[in-house]
Structure formats: structure tokens, C-alpha cells
């Protein structure tokens, strides 16, 4: 597909063509408190990494910055297509304070949580199934290759062929915000921890006025 890809429409190399990749994680908490959480997922977090954490949806949803402190591979299990998955625990520490949010994040703890809160506001609770919230990071990538199509990018995330992402590249002095699909990736370099992968990105849904964009940053810069 990534072959098609780049038949479809001229790819031009470039240099010092920078972005980042929103990598976003549904995990299931553990327990949850106003200084971290503890969650289970099938992804293996780096620690030392900064994380956004999304804690409820919708309006009432709101983000807390926070950094991974341990990560744990603490079983495996079948999938639904019988394949063999990877379990981790893994505890985040909020970052800084939590005065603007610590009411928000009450009010979830209070519809989510199994203790009653106004009975013990301090230590660690677990929180009920289905309550949503998700995990994200950014990976910065550098852009190899670029066309109205795709691009192919060099970042430390191998990420699965077919997933899709929501991206960031800059272009210039504009920020090009779009939703990307991985149509290629392999691992040129690094270790399984920290990989140095090659990504080859199909972009999805360009709008016109992104589509302009991208145009007028091709045939400016790169023609």
C-alpha cells in the first residue's frame, strides 16, 4: 500500500522537517489518587516518560500531565483472535500541583471511585470498571520523505501497520495538524525498548484548507 502510495503523487526528500505523533492508550486503573494512578495495559510504558492523562469525556474531561515511575510485565493472556498478550502494571505520578484540577478530579473520584471520599479524601482508591480514561504521549519524528499523500518519518515509536494516529507537523511558521494511518513501519535501529523505526504515513481526511497547506509548503519549499 505504501508502494501506491507513493506512485500516486511525487514525494520530494526534505531536511529539518520536524512533528510529533499523539500515541493515545485506553488502560484499565488500578487505583487512582490526587498524586498518580496505577494501571493495567497491554502497551509496556517507558519510565521517565511524560504521559498525558485524559480522565473522563466529553466537557467534563480533563487533562493532568504526569511522568511513568515503574512498569511492571506482570502476565500474558489470549486475545480475542487466540494471539498471546503482554500485560504490564504500571504507577504515573501527577506532575506539580493539582489546584486548578484537584476539584475536577475529585468530582471524578467521587463518581468513579468504590470508597466513599468524604469519608477518606487521602490515599488510593480503586476506581470502577468502565470509567474512561486513557494514557497519551507525544513521539517527535523527523520527515525523510513528503508528498500530498503521506510521508515517511524516522521516530523512536514502531508503531503497528494500520493503526492510526493523530499528528503534528510543522511547516514553517504553520502547524499542520492531521490524522495519519501507518501504512509501513520497520525497525532500522535501536533495541526493543527504544527503537529507531522508518514509518510510512498515509494522510487521512485532509480537509481543503490543510490540503492548501500542504500544497503551498511543497511547491514553496520543496519544487
Known amino acids: 500500500m505504501y508502494d ?35 494501571v493495567e495495559t497491554t502497551r509496556q510504558l517507558k519510565p521517565g516518560k511524560a504521559y498525558t492523562i485524559r480522565i ?24 480475542e483472535n487466540g494471539e498471546l498478550v503482554t500485560v504490564y502494571n ?3 505520578a501527577f506532575d506539580g500541583t ?16 468504590v470508597l466513599a471520599l468524604e469519608k477518606r479524601i487521602v490515599g488510593r ?5 468502565g470509567a474512561p480514561i486513557a494514557v497519551t504521549t507525544r513521539y517527535d519524528f523527523e520527515v ?7 510521508m515517511l518519518v524516522r521516530t523512536a515509536l514502531l508503531a503497528e501497520v494500520e493503526s492510526a494516529f493523530e499528528m503534528e507537523l510543522k511547516l514553517g511558521d504553520e502547524l499542520l495538524e492531521v490524522a495519519g494511518r501507518i501504512a509501513y513501519a520497520e525497525k532500522v ?16 481526511e485532509l480537509d481543503e484548507g490543510r490540503r492548501q497547506m500542504l500544497k503551498d509548503f511543497i511547491s514553496h519549499e520543496l519544487t
Open 4 to 38: 501506491d502510495q507513493r506512485r500516486r503523487s511525487p514525494r520530494y526528500e526534505v531536511h529539518d522537517l520536524h512533528g510529533s505523533l499523539l500515541f493515545r492508550l485506553e488502560v484499565n486503573v488500578l487505583n487512582l489518587s490526587l498524586a498518580g494512578a496505577a
Open 56 to 79: 473522563g469525556g466529553g466537557d467534563g474531561g480533563m487533562d493532568l500531565d504526569g511522568t511513568v515511575k515503574w512498569c511492571h510485565l506482570t502476565k500474558t493472556r489470549r486475545g
Open 90 to 92: 504500571a504507577g504515573l
Open 98 to 113: 493539582l489546584t486548578e484540577k484537584s476539584h475536577q478530579l475529585l468530582a471524578f473520584m467521587q463518581d468513579h471511585v
Open 125 to 129: 482508591f480503586r476506581v470502577r470498571a
Open 144 to 150: 525523510l520523505k513528503l508528498s500530498m499523500t503521506g
Open 189 to 204: 535501529g535501536g533495541t526493543d525498548d527504544s527503537p529507531d523505526a522508518h514509518l510510512g504515513v498515509e494522510f487521512l
